[in-house]
């Protein structure tokens, strides 16, 4: 049982390049997150999939996709990275991400990303 | 504006002793209030999860309490461990239609020989 697992583990991506980010669980989980991680600051969400087949934006969605591609796995997209999206991601996951689910959510080990 | 506020935000202390770390927040509607670890490098792990009408929880030398009237809770950790180095992120989870969660920026915990 690997619980989230993410790939990959470091990138470092020129201005303008797009590469996707790869996040799957092995806990049957219904519902799948992408957060990024900067110095000084909480977690923000950027999209979340409540379940298979559904995407909604969070927080900070602009410069991302995603792409819900079965009830394992959970992928962001940047189109044209930009400095400003250097950041550590993590993907995460819970049974139910219902309103008010005290389920746990667990974490993926998280890309740390470089854009020069 | 929901938001978390932890304090302090670094700490150090030595092998053996106990530390409370503290978090203010301002979320409406409340749902349930979290603590989780997170080791450099790695992905933040739970440690506990309370709702509005639990005051404390325990995992292991970890404490959590919640006082929902005055919006606060803190972390205690009791007989620290050289393991215990790492951040300590308070959570609140916000009802909205979905798990909605406002994170902390952390305390950063240091535990010295």
């Known amino acids: 049982n690997a619980g989230v697992t993410q790939t990959p583990k470091f990138q470092v991506l020129k201005t303008g390049q797009s590469m996707t980010l790869q996040c799957a669980q092995d806990m049957n989980h219904n519902s799948m997150y992408w957060y990024r991680q900067d110095p000084g600051m909480g977690l923000r969400l950027i999209y979340y999939s409540a379940s298979e087949g559904t995407t909604d934006k969070g927080e900070v969605p602009n410069g991302y996709n995603v792409s819900r591609l079965n009830k394992r796995e959970f992928s962001l997209r940047l189109e044209s990275a930009a400095p400003s999206q250097t950041s550590v991601y993590f993907c995460?996951?819970?049974?139910?991400?219902?309103?008010?689910?005290?389920?746990?959510?667990?974490f993926g080990p998280g890309t740390r990303l470089t854009v020069l | 504006k929901n938001q978390v506020e932890q304090s302090p935000q670094s700490l150090i202390i030595l092998e053996g002793k106990n530390c409370t770390l503290q978090?203010?927040?301002?979320?409406?509607?409340?749902?349930?209030l979290r603590w989780y670890k997170q080791d450099t490098g790695r992905g933040p792990v739970s440690l506990t999860i309370m709702t509005f009408s639990e005051n404390t929880k325990s995992n292991g030398r970890y404490t959590a309490t919640l006082d929902a009237d005055t919006k606060q809770s803190s972390l205690h950790i009791t007989a620290s461990q050289l393991s215990d180095s790492a951040s300590y992120i308070c959570?609140?989870?916000?009802?909205?239609?979905?798990?909605?969660?406002?994170f902390g920026a952390g305390t950063r915990l240091a535990v010295h020989p």
């Open positions: 995460a996951s819970n049974r139910l991400g219902r309103e008010g689910s005290t389920d746990t959510q667990y």
């Open positions: 959570v609140v989870s916000a009802r909205g239609g979905y798990n909605k969660l406002i």
């Open positions: 978090c203010n927040y301002t979320v409406s509607p409340f749902s349930n």
